[in-house]
């Protein structure tokens, strides 16, 4: 029997317009809240991107010093026709191209102006030699990297006896600044101005290039299979389990399996990008199969009744009408995945890519680093000069992200059916 309603349930009644008045008061409290929780969102990463950015910028850049050279006067026991080819840097490094540097820089600074240049210095004037072979017959002023310590004392953090060395070559009008392009050229150094990232980079690049051949082809068919054939039972409910399981597990977990499996078993060579992109592709696959199987239960179930009904088969079906409607989710999935694979780098300190690469890989099973282990190798080093060279370095994995998540969203929009 329904109960007559009360006053306080009439609308209008002034008990009824404190519960709206209470409804409203909590709603716009949330909404308030849900605002300062973006807002608080949008500080930390602003926070981060300025500060990387700060920090970074320096990174690219190098502090150079001018410096007369009179090759002529150091007359290096060289021909001319020893500049062309592969032998030409061990010729001028036999000539004693570096002693002459040295012997300049002694002349030029006094008996300090040896350790006032960074020790690649003599390479930047070797490759101008090999690009100009008339230098050797004349005295030319070269703009040429400091060390480290000056060049943090020139961009305002040295040391005071530092900063008045470079306040005195400044005055002179000695010192300059331009870009580092060999950060972007080079490898690994023990010296802050030498290090680069390109070998990290390619490192990085083959071993998702190893990730994604395995990963894609296979995650893809299992979500097929899975999908579209696989009996509904509980061997099937068991595996469904499993894969959302794995999704979840630890990276350093996948980590230790390939160092026991391809290591440890198959015996497969150490730090090799070869090695880096199995282990990642066992950690990769799990998200593409739920990826795919997602967008694959999309496609509308009267796409598949449509094409049986006109006479295609299963597998016509599959690969004709499902699969190439259910692309741009499973390819979405997918990038997602192997950005996150980018920034991983537990699972890779356990098969060892942390180790001292000082030359960009040459192939899949040459020893490699990849960018997120360079990036943690340089935060461990005492130098301050590693420092902003550690948020350059932090600024090309953030570019590669957002590149990538910028691939996703393009192919998501770009081949994105709606029903």
Not at 25 to 54: D, H, K, P, Y
Not at 66 to 89: C, Q, S
Not at 136 to 162: H, I, N, Q, W
């Given at each position: 029997m329904?109960?007559?309603p009360?006053s306080?349930d009439?609308?209008?009644?002034p008990?009824m317009?404190r519960r709206?008045r209470?409804r409203?008061a909590?709603?716009r409290r949330?909404?308030?809240?849900?605002?300062?929780a973006?807002?608080?969102?949008?500080?930390?990463?602003?926070f981060?991107?300025i500060?990387?950015?700060a920090?970074?910028?320096?990174?690219?850049?190098?502090?150079?010093v001018?410096?007369p050279?009179?090759l002529?006067?150091?007359?290096?026991?060289i021909?001319p026709?020893?500049?062309?080819?592969?032998?030409?840097d061990?010729?001028?490094a036999g000539?004693g191209l570096e002693?002459?540097?040295?012997r300049?820089a002694?002349?030029?600074?006094g008996?300090?102006?040896?350790?006032?240049?960074?020790p690649?210095?003599?390479i930047?004037?070797r490759?101008?030699v090999?690009a100009?072979p008339?230098?050797?017959?004349r005295t030319?002023?070269?703009?040429?990297p400091?060390?480290?310590?000056y060049?943090?004392a020139a961009k305002g953090?040295?040391?005071?006896e530092?900063?008045?060395v470079?306040a005195?070559l400044?005055a002179r009008?000695?010192?300059s600044?331009?870009?580092?392009?060999g950060?972007l050229r080079?490898a690994?150094?023990?010296?802050?101005?030498?290090?680069?990232i390109?070998?990290?980079?390619?490192g990085?690049?083959?071993?998702?290039?190893?990730?994604?051949?395995?990963?894609?082809?296979?995650?893809?068919?299992?979500a097929?299979y899975?999908?579209e054939y696989?009996p509904?039972n509980?061997?099937?409910?068991?595996?469904?389990?499993?894969?959302n399981?794995?999704?979840a597990v630890?990276?350093i977990i996948?980590?230790?399996?390939g160092?026991?499996?391809f290591?440890?078993?198959?015996?497969l060579?150490?730090?090799?990008?070869?090695?880096?992109?199995?282990?990642l592709?066992l950690?990769?696959?799990?998200?593409?199969?739920?990826?795919g199987?997602?967008a694959i239960?999309?496609?509308?179930?009267?796409i598949?009744?449509?094409?049986?009904?006109v006479?295609?088969s299963r597998?016509?079906?599959?690969?004709?009408?499902?699969?190439?409607?259910a692309?741009?989710?499973i390819?979405t999935g997918?990038?997602?995945?192997m950005?996150r694979a980018?920034?991983?780098?537990?699972p890779l300190l356990?098969?060892?890519?942390?180790?001292f690469i000082?030359?960009?890989?040459h192939g899949?099973?040459d020893p490699?680093?990849?960018l997120?282990v360079?990036?943690?190798?340089w935060?461990?080093q005492v130098?301050?000069?590693?420092v902003?060279?550690t948020?350059?370095?932090?600024?090309?994995?953030?570019v590669f992200l957002l590149?990538m998540?910028?691939?996703?969203?393009y192919?998501?929009?770009?081949?994105?059916?709606?029903?």
């Amino acid at each position: 029997m329904n109960r007559p309603p009360s006053s306080a349930d009439r609308w209008g009644s002034p008990a009824m317009a404190r519960r709206l008045r209470r409804r409203y008061a909590a709603e716009r409290r949330f909404r308030r809240i849900g605002a300062a929780a973006v807002a608080l969102s949008a500080a930390f990463l602003a926070f981060l991107l300025i500060t990387m950015i700060a920090q970074g910028f320096r990174g690219f850049t190098e502090t150079r010093v001018a410096l007369p050279i009179d090759l002529a006067a150091a007359e290096l026991p060289i021909e001319p026709a020893r500049l062309k080819g592969r032998g030409a840097d061990l010729a001028l490094a036999g000539a004693g191209l570096e002693d002459a540097v040295d012997r300049a820089a002694t002349n030029a600074f006094g008996s300090d102006g040896i350790d006032l240049l960074s020790p690649g210095a003599w390479i930047v004037v070797r490759d101008a030699v090999k690009a100009d072979p008339s230098l050797l017959r004349r005295t030319t002023d070269f703009s040429l990297p400091v060390a480290s310590v000056y060049d943090v004392a020139a961009k305002g953090e040295g040391m005071p006896e530092a900063e008045r060395v470079v306040a005195r070559l400044r005055a002179r009008g000695l010192v300059s600044t331009g870009w580092n392009i060999g950060f972007l050229r080079d490898a690994d150094a023990t010296d802050p101005t030498r290090v680069g990232i390109w070998g990290a980079a390619k490192g990085s690049l083959l071993t998702m290039l190893v990730t994604l051949a395995l990963a894609f082809p296979i995650g893809v068919l299992a979500a097929l299979y899975l999908e579209e054939y696989a009996p509904k039972n509980r061997w099937t409910d068991m595996i469904e389990v499993s894969i959302n399981n794995l999704a979840a597990v630890p990276s350093i977990i996948f980590g230790l399996l390939g160092l026991a499996v391809f290591l440890g078993s198959f015996g497969l060579p150490r730090s090799a990008p070869l090695v880096g992109g199995l282990t990642l592709a066992l950690m990769t696959m799990p998200v593409i199969v739920i990826a795919g199987r997602n967008a694959i239960k999309a496609v509308p179930p009267s796409i598949r009744d449509a094409a049986l009904a006109v006479g295609a088969s299963r597998v016509q079906v599959i690969f004709h009408h499902v699969l190439p409607l259910a692309l741009p989710g499973i390819l979405t999935g997918t990038i997602i995945g192997m950005a996150r694979a980018l920034g991983e780098t537990a699972p890779l300190l356990m098969i060892g890519m942390r180790a001292f690469i000082a030359a960009p890989p040459h192939g899949l099973t040459d020893p490699a680093t990849v960018l997120p282990v360079q990036i943690f190798l340089w935060s461990d080093q005492v130098d301050r000069g590693f420092v902003e060279k550690t948020s350059a370095a932090i600024i090309v994995l953030l570019v590669f992200l957002l590149a990538m998540n910028g691939l996703a969203i393009y192919l998501r929009n770009r081949f994105e059916t709606r029903w």
